[in-house]
């Protein structure tokens, strides 16, 4: 798709491609992961369902999926603060946490889930994001909030589609698209 609104970033093949070969480095890093304990994987919702249900499909390690819902976006922009609307209650104490996400940009959603999920005695936290934006990271969160599993890094640019979206639009796209609303005009 390209009609002026869209232009294509990442193919659905470029992307189903990178989180078969993520899927392989996260049971390499928790092999031996014992079947009573298994891995927790936090999906955020809405964006990292499509995400995390193919991350979760290609892990060879025993595991068990919960969801986080925090809201940290409104358009394009960061809206604030994130606020935990599913998820914070989670008992992570002596479980090896996995926070699946869409895109890390900011790094303040992530550090704050973290913080959050650290402070309730998780024996570990990393992240594993499709995109990461790292120019967009606050200064002060660089050093903290580095994802652990990176599908793509990408400049800093709005993107939809496999499950990321513009005000709930565009999730369903099957590619990953830079998305410009300058064009979006109604006739």
Same mark, same amino acid.
């Given at each position: 798709?390209?009609?002026?609104?869209?232009?294509?970033?990442?193919?659905?093949e470029e992307v189903k491609k990178r989180i078969t070969e993520l899927a392989a480095e996260?049971?390499?890093?928790?092999?031996?992961?014992?079947?009573?304990n298994p891995l927790l994987v936090l999906c955020t919702l809405r964006g990292a369902i499509?995400?995390?249900?193919?991350?979760?499909?290609?892990?060879?390690?025993?595991? =068990?999926?919960?969801?986080?819902?925090?809201?940290?976006?409104?358009?394009?922009?960061?809206?604030?603060?994130?606020?935990?609307?599913?998820? =914070?209650?989670?008992?992570?104490?002596?479980?090896?946490?996995?926070i699946v996400e869409d895109i890390v940009d900011t790094g303040q959603t992530m550090d704050?889930?973290?913080?959050?999920?650290?402070?309730?005695?998780?024996?570990?936290?990393?992240?594993?994001?499709?995109?990461?934006?790292?120019?967009?990271?606050?200064?002060?969160?660089?050093?903290?909030?580095?994802?652990?599993?990176?599908?793509?890094?990408?400049?800093?640019?709005?993107?939809?589609?496999?499950?990321?979206?513009?005000?709930?639009?565009?999730?369903?796209?099957?590619?990953?698209?830079?998305?410009?609303?300058? =064009?979006?005009?109604?006739?």
């Amino acid at each position: 798709m390209n009609n002026g609104r869209f232009t294509l970033l990442k193919t659905n093949e470029e992307v189903k491609k990178r989180i078969t070969e993520l899927a392989a480095e996260i049971s390499r890093d928790y092999a031996g992961t014992p079947e009573d304990n298994p891995l927790l994987v936090l999906c955020t919702l809405r964006g990292a369902i499509f995400f995390s249900a193919d991350l979760i499909r290609g892990l060879t390690v025993p595991c =068990e999926i919960n969801f986080l819902k925090v809201q940290s976006y409104q358009g394009t922009r960061p809206a604030g603060s994130p606020i935990f609307e599913l998820g =914070e209650r989670i008992d992570v104490r002596g479980r090896d946490v996995l926070i699946v996400e869409d895109i890390v940009d900011t790094g303040q959603t992530m550090d704050t889930v973290m913080q959050n999920f650290s402070d309730k005695g998780a024996n570990s936290i990393r992240i594993a994001t499709m995109l990461d934006k790292p120019s967009r990271r606050y200064e002060h969160l660089k050093e903290t909030v580095v994802p652990d599993y990176i599908g793509f890094e990408i400049p800093d640019l709005f993107v939809v589609g496999w499950g990321l979206d513009y005000n709930e639009d565009y999730r369903m796209l099957p590619d990953i698209m830079v998305y410009h609303p300058e =064009e979006d005009t109604e006739s």
